[in-house]
């Protein structure tokens, strides 16, 4: 099939499937004579298994990793696939326990404003985002 009926197939624009050949986790099967890109099943399945691993948080580098082991199953083990999930979760508890800090510090902000709608020359936000010297907080 060709790089449109694949994209349709799998619901993602042709751009998608271009940008993942440009970042080696997809190679057409073969080019028409006319220099069509040309895929089959194993191309379409090797899209799916990109798209879930996008969908559970995975990057193209990960992605790229995973896919090289599923590739060739037989030369690796479950202990490499479990240590990048493994890698991946910690990066996303990580994150996880950042983004709470910024709503903890945006709530205490956000109750310090009075949100009116007088002048701003006395916001308690601005002048505790202004406070150089961080003493203000």
């Known amino acids: 099939m060709k790089i449109g009926e694949l994209a349709k197939s799998l619901g993602?624009?042709?751009d998608t499937l271009r940008y993942?050949?440009?970042h080696n986790l997809l190679t057409p099967s073969s080019r028409s004579e006319s220099g069509y890109r040309m895929y089959n099943q194993?191309?379409?399945k090797q899209v799916q298994f990109i798209l879930r691993a996008k969908d559970v948080g995975f990057s193209l580098k990960e992605i790229y990793e995973l896919l090289?082991?599923?590739i060739d199953k037989h030369q690796h083990s479950c202990e490499e696939v479990k240590g990048i999930t493994l890698q991946k979760l910690a990066l996303v508890r990580?994150?996880?326990t950042e983004l709470q800090r910024f709503e903890q510090s945006?709530?205490?902000l956000a109750l310090?404003?009075?949100g009116g709608t007088e002048s701003a020359d006395f916001c308690s936000i601005l002048t505790v985002l202004e406070d150089v010297d961080g003493t203000d907080n």
């Open 112 to 114: 310090r404003c009075c």
């Open 68 to 70: 090289q082991i599923s």
């Open 106 to 108: 945006l709530s205490k």
């Open 20 to 22: 993942y050949e440009q």
């Open 12 to 14: 993602v624009s042709t």
């Open 42 to 44: 194993v191309q379409q």
């Open 94 to 96: 990580a994150r996880i």
